[in-house]
């Protein structure tokens, strides 16, 4: 009987660690091109893309989130700007009409939908570093959320999972820029 009681308490404590790796960063590189990470729909809480000659990407540091405010939702990418001899910080923020968010199990409206960031309401704000916010003149670019699904464990919502892609063509101190094969896998809770 013994057995079974401490059989049952490692059960326990392992399956209270697995909700903990829900959390974790797990970058799974991309067979195309190793430097971003593959485009997965599991909540590893990686993001990534091409910046000209340069990467935006996540890392076990990074922060992530969605923000609801007067009808516009904020889908934030706090990461890093990495060259082959330099990484500095780099933020990307989405920003688009959307239906009240109160809780990220509101976050499911999104699957299968596509924001084309030229819109009149659609806004591309860039920072780098500690530097001003730009917000930038998108001649073309989309935000496809590919999933966002509920991950329920034990019975119980636990985190909306977003997953897509993006790209954009823009204007940035007078000068064309290009963000290409932009790809982000994130577990949103309450607290992000």
Request: glycine share 8%.
């Amino acid at each position: 009987m013994k057995k079974y009681g401490l059989i049952a308490i490692l059960l326990l404590i392992c399956s209270c660690s697995e909700v903990k790796n829900f959390d974790k960063y797990i970058f799974i590189p991309d067979k195309e091109d190793p430097n971003l990470p593959a485009c997965t729909e599991l909540g590893y809480n990686t993001f990534g893309a091409k910046y000209g000659n340069f990467y935006l990407l996540s890392s076990s540091n990074s922060s992530f989130g969605v923000d609801y405010h007067n009808g516009m939702l904020d889908l934030w990418l706090d990461g890093r700007q990495v060259s082959a001899d330099n990484a500095a910080s780099i933020s990307l923020t989405f920003s688009f009409p959307s239906s009240p968010v109160h809780a990220y199990q509101d976050l499911a409206s999104l699957n299968g939908t596509t924001i084309d960031l030229t819109g009149a309401s659609c806004n591309l704000i860039m920072r780098n570093g500690y530097q001003k916010a730009d917000t930038l003149i998108v001649s073309n670019g989309r935000l496809n959320f590919k999933q966002a699904k509920i991950l329920r464990i034990d019975m119980a919502d636990n985190r909306t999972i977003l997953s897509g892609i993006f790209d954009a063509q823009f204007l940035r101190n007078g000068v064309q820029e290009t963000i290409s094969n932009g790809r982000f896998d994130l577990g949103i809770t309450n607290v992000n």
